[in-house]
């Protein structure tokens, strides 16, 4: 099986220290020596945001605000990498034919972003689409995809399964309400929905939810699910459901 895996930064290390890095790097490994080719994907979290933040306080454009988000993704990729077995990769892969590689040689890749105005979200679901994989998995802080922000609004409902058509609609209003987040970009939503990648959208501040994710296909967040495809798949790692 092969399976991208995007994992926010504050997902990865939502505050200065390792424990959470070790765990997310143990059940990478675990994947990887089941068979799984495994692609992570690092977002730059809060750590970016304060960094774009004091450099557009100090008059840097936007083009340079993302070169330094993708500076950011990039060290929470090595502090992933850091935390993996020495026989794994040795540093972020810089664009989508250096993770396919990676991945066809070893069996795992791990990079963050690639270019300016493209986020780590699009990021996983170009390096999905670019891999052929069979399995898309966002790992954020919030256990799904809701109608609305669950953080702005009280009456939020998640939605247990959406086509990628309807993910589209959805996250795109949710880019048109101020001050509201997605748990994935609207970008990223249009190359799921191209692609017709089977994605599961879930709470990853426990690692161990991707993994029960990835063999089993038990998750309690949201399936995308590609227009015309079954409702289960036939993929999963471990047929034990």
Not at 158 to 174: Q, T, Y
Not at 189 to 205: N, P, Y
């Amino acid at each position: 099986m092969k399976v991208v895996v995007s994992i926010g930064g504050s997902v990865l290390m939502p505050e200065p220290g390792s424990e959470r890095v070790s765990k997310h790097a143990a059940v990478v490994e675990d994947l990887v020596a089941e068979g799984c080719r495994v692609g992570c994907v690092v977002g730059g979290g809060g750590v970016a945001r304060e960094y774009i933040g004091a450099a557009r306080t100090l008059g840097a454009n936007e083009i340079e605000l993302d070169q330094i988000g993708i500076d950011v993704t990039r060290l929470n990729s090595r502090l992933l990498i850091a935390a993996l077995g020495e026989d794994s990769v040795t540093a972020p892969a810089h664009d989508y034919e250096e993770a396919g590689e990676a991945l066809r040689r070893d069996g795992l890749s791990v990079m963050g972003g690639v270019a300016p105005a493209q986020t780590t979200d699009a990021v996983s679901a170009a390096l999905a689409e670019y891999v052929d994989a069979d399995l898309l998995v966002y790992a954020t802080s919030v256990p799904g995809v809701y109608s609305a922000d669950p953080n702005e609004d009280e009456e939020a409902t998640k939605f247990e399964e959406l086509n990628a058509g309807e993910l589209v609609d959805v996250i795109a209003d949710l880019d048109m309400t101020a001050g509201a987040s997605a748990p994935v970009d609207l970008l990223a939503a249009k190359i799921i929905q191209r692609s017709g990648m089977r994605t599961i959208v879930l709470d990853g501040t426990d690692p161990d939810r991707i993994a029960r994710a990835v063999r089993s296909g038990s998750h309690e967040g949201t399936d995308v699910i590609p227009t015309g495809a079954g409702d289960e798949p036939t993929y999963w790692a471990v047929d034990d459901r």
